[in-house]
């Protein structure tokens, strides 16, 4: 097969990708090509497979919509027509608090800002926080989280901290595994000890779906206990398939919340956008 071909199988492949789930990341569509074994897993290949996507933009191949650079975002200032276009973004915001009715309360927690459209697509209908670390989150955050987990007591009138539950996904490799110990002492520190669960990328999934490994960062301090206890193995989120992942985002969810009780939610939610409705109707907003 020619040079001229291969770019062509490989533009195939992409396109195949991105027309069953859109937008992605450039980083997003090269993990699916190699967990699909079509590229392997080398900075040469990332590049390459980023220049095709900007030729075939430019080309019409594939549309711009389909893409998205998730670092670079215009920071725009919110603006309306007028006062019935202001109401009719108040109406479609509105959301009821689905924590007064749970039990335990749940974060998602992930390591990768590249999957996070993913994730704010499965966990919106159950709204669930999404918290994004870029690897290991900084202090800031963690403080921020800790706050998350505390509610006020009408009744005794002090802080208490709530049942907690968090869902982490982030990489298979030496950092990645750490991160959820990292994260546990880090909100002790704050008074906080929540249930945190690792849900992916674990090694049962890269057996499972054959996902294709790379060798550990020799550079990685924490090295060499992993690769004692696992072997010399590293695979990234990114690499399992995102039916996979969108399936187990919304089960471990699911399994965790009190579904009667969200759907009770719902249907209040529903009422109180009618009535807002009916308000914004009785209004002169000319």
Request: charged letters at 30%; a negative charge; aromatic letters at 10%.
């Amino acid at each position: 097969m020619g040079r001229h071909a291969k770019t062509l199988a490989l533009l195939d492949e992409a396109r195949q990708i991105l027309s069953s789930h859109h937008p992605m990341t450039v980083r997003q569509v090269y993990y699916q090509l190699v967990s699909r074994q079509v590229i392997e897993n080398a900075r040469s290949q990332y590049q390459a497979v980023s220049n095709l996507l900007v030729d075939a933009r430019k080309n019409g191949d594939v549309p711009w919509e389909w893409i998205e650079d998730r670092l670079r975002r215009p920071r725009a200032v919110a603006m309306w027509s007028g006062l019935t276009d202001f109401w009719a973004t108040v109406k479609e915001s509105y959301r009821r608090d689905v924590w007064s009715g749970q039990s335990r309360y749940l974060e998602c927690w992930l390591e990768k800002d590249a999957l996070s459209g993913i994730f704010e697509d499965v966990l919106s209908d159950y709204g669930v926080t999404l918290n994004v670390g870029r690897g290991y989150d900084g202090w800031d955050s963690i403080k921020n989280a800790a706050m998350r987990q505390f509610v006020l007591d009408e009744v005794k009138h002090r802080w208490k901290e709530r049942s907690t539950t968090i869902l982490y996904f982030g990489d298979f490799d030496p950092s990645g595994e750490d991160m959820v110990r990292s994260l546990r002492d880090r909100l002790a520190f704050f008074g906080c000890f929540p249930e945190i669960v690792k849900c992916a990328l674990t090694l049962d999934d890269i057996t499972a779906y054959n996902l294709p490994p790379d060798f550990t960062k020799a550079t990685d301090s924490r090295r060499a206990a992993f690769v004692a206890k696992y072997g010399d193995i590293s695979v990234e989120l990114d690499a399992l398939p995102i039916d996979v992942l969108q399936e187990r985002i919304r089960n471990e969810v699911a399994a965790r919340m009190d579904l009667p009780a969200l759907e009770r939610t719902r249907v209040s939610e529903q009422e109180d956008i009618a009535r807002i409705a009916t308000l914004l109707n009785a209004g002169d907003l000319s």
